[in-house]
């Protein structure tokens, strides 16, 4: 039997990431789990260091930045999500998202993490990496990965009552 309790999806604010949003939704709905939804914004502090040894204080910028993306995390979160899966937003601050997401899904003892995957290929690949490569690697639970455009595999429950009627 599987047992889910706590659900972390990770988000870029992109199009795979709105998918995975999806799937985590029905999997917290469907296993009564908790939701995170977790977003890692760039510290831009850690890049405050010049290479000829000058500082730059980009602390209003980190602000702004965060400010902005907290807002952008919470709208993901909907009345119904709040109240049916306990949904909460989580920004987290790190120069390596993967990290990021493998340590708080440890601290969080999330059960699953749901995350988004561009399918980049080739030198892209090459050049990029992958965030949710990284993850898959050094999570410390199973990771389920979404790609964009995917198969209809969530769909509404007006959908589903249709087709079996």
Same mark, same amino acid.
Request: glycine content about 6%; proline content about 4%.
């Given at each position: 039997?599987?047992?889910? *309790?706590?659900?972390? !999806?990770?988000?870029?604010?992109?199009?795979? /990431?709105? +998918?995975?949003?999806? =799937?985590?939704? $029905?999997?917290?709905?469907?296993?009564?789990?908790?939701?995170?939804?977790?977003?890692?914004?760039?510290?831009?502090?850690?890049?405050?260091?010049?290479?000829?040894?000058?500082?730059?204080?980009?602390?209003?910028?980190?602000?702004?930045?965060?400010?902005?993306?907290?807002?952008?995390?919470?709208?993901?979160?909907?009345?119904?999500?709040?109240?049916?899966? *306990?949904?909460?937003? !989580?920004?987290?601050?790190?120069?390596?998202? /993967?990290? +990021?997401?493998?340590? =708080?899904?440890? $601290?969080?003892?999330?059960?699953?993490?749901?995350?988004?995957?561009?399918?980049?290929?080739?030198?892209?690949?090459?050049?990029?990496?992958?965030?949710?490569?990284?993850?898959?690697?050094?999570?410390?639970?199973?990771?389920?990965?979404?790609?964009?455009?995917?198969?209809?595999?969530?769909?509404?429950?007006?959908?589903?009552?249709?087709?079996?009627?």
């Amino acid at each position: 039997m599987i047992v889910l *309790k706590r659900i972390l !999806v990770a988000t870029d604010f992109g199009e795979a /990431a709105g +998918a995975a949003l999806q =799937y985590g939704r $029905e999997l917290a709905r469907m296993f009564g789990a908790r939701l995170d939804v977790v977003h890692v914004a760039d510290n831009v502090m850690a890049r405050a260091f010049g290479a000829d040894g000058f500082t730059v204080d980009y602390s209003a910028m980190q602000r702004d930045l965060e400010a902005a993306e907290r807002r952008q995390l919470e709208a993901l979160i909907d009345l119904e999500d709040g109240s049916i899966v *306990k949904a909460k937003p !989580v920004l987290l601050i790190s120069s390596s998202p /993967a990290v +990021a997401i493998a340590e =708080y899904a440890e $601290e969080s003892q999330a059960d699953l993490i749901v995350m988004g995957t561009h399918g980049r290929n080739g030198v892209t690949h090459l050049l990029m990496g992958s965030v949710a490569e990284r993850v898959v690697r050094i999570a410390p639970c199973p990771v389920l990965t979404v790609r964009h455009p995917e198969r209809e595999f969530v769909v509404p429950d007006a959908l589903v009552a249709v087709a079996t009627a």
